[in-house]
């Protein structure tokens, strides 16, 4: 079982709130003058470009063929010989990612064979999985009050699949990785300082 030390991935649904919790992380590394990169999938790279138009609709293909592109995406992400996430953590740096293959165990999970998507996605687990669990009604009142586009996965139905599978993976984690759920309806700060106090206790 293939571990990446100072790796740190957050995740949870949409509207969940890791992209918040992810940024305000590194913001606070930033303050405290640690060595960080923060990252997130689908990435900026062309694979999650491709990625992004499929979600956009303006691309269509079948959720088997998306479940190989965010792998594919995923793959380019660690592994890419010039900002790949081994390379960086290689050099010292903590790395914060906003989803990893854990993303695709639960959203592709609904509509692909779960064989298939743990298959392509047999990627190292980091050191520390953040896992902000917000009720699915709360992540869909602040999807909509952002007034986002709705994307492909913003439905109720789904996002509750997509919640039942996060936890069935969670129980499968290999005890290596430190494991933090969080009630994602605590406020922003009081969230910010559980998580921080997570990783001080495994001293990240
Ligand atoms: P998201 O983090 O919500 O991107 P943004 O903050 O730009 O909206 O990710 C986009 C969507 O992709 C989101 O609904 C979750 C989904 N997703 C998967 O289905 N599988 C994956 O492997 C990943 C990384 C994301």
Redesign the pocket.
Known sequence: MSILKSFIVFEGL?GAG??TQARNLARYYEFNSRAYFAT???TSNPIGKL??EV?QKKVTTTPEA?AYL??A??SDHLYNPTYGIARILQEGRVVIS????Y??L???GVECDIDLVRTINAFPHPEALIFIDTPVEDCLERIERRG?EK????RENFLRAVRNNYLEELKRLPDEVNVLVVDGRKSIEETESEIRRFLSSISL
Request: net charge negative; aromatic share 18%.
């Open positions: 949409d890791t992209t997130a999938e689908p990625v992004r979600l998306l965010y792998a995406d995923r906003d989803r990893y293959f993303s695709s639960a959203y592709q986002e994307e492909l996965f913003d």
